[in-house]
Nanobody
Framework: QVQLVESGGGLVQAGESLRLSCVAS????????MGWYRQAPGKQRELVAR???????NYSDSVKGRFTISRDNAKNTVYLQMNSLKPEDTAVYYC???????????????WGQGTLVTVSS
């Protein structure tokens, strides 16, 4: 069984920083794209940032210049460095990865349980 486990969420004040981590564990043959999504209360889940295995990245316009996504392929881990946080960044942040469990299988989209980030004004 494959799991994505996020950590690093919490309560911060506007302007402060947080770093989220997400580790993939279990039976893993390879991981393709990884990413972070978020869902604020009453809103749909939205893309925050994604990173390919070759470390190409893309960001939502709302976080460009403030957030940085990175990954450590040897550790099956993806990070999200969040700087200059704003109250509108408050949401549950979910890790996402396309994971191949064996060489015979295709990539399966996998989600973590989420970690809450709260930014006070």
């Amino acid at each position: 069984q494959v799991q994505l486990v996020e950590s690093g969420g919490g309560l911060v004040q506007a302007g402060e920083s947080l770093r989220l981590s997400c580790v993939a564990s279990g039976s893993i043959f390879s991981i393709n794209d990884m990413g972070w999504y978020r869902q604020a209360p009453g809103k749909q889940r939205e893309l925050v940032a994604r990173i390919t295995v070759g470390r190409s990245t893309n960001y939502s316009d709302s976080v460009k210049g403030r957030f940085t996504i990175s990954r450590d392929n040897a550790k099956n881990t993806v990070y999200l460095q969040m700087n200059s946080l704003k109250p509108e960044d408050t949401a549950v942040y979910y890790c996402n990865a396309d994971i191949r469990r064996t060489w015979r299988q295709g990539y399966l989209e996998t989600w973590g349980q989420g970690t809450l980030v709260t930014v006070s004004s």
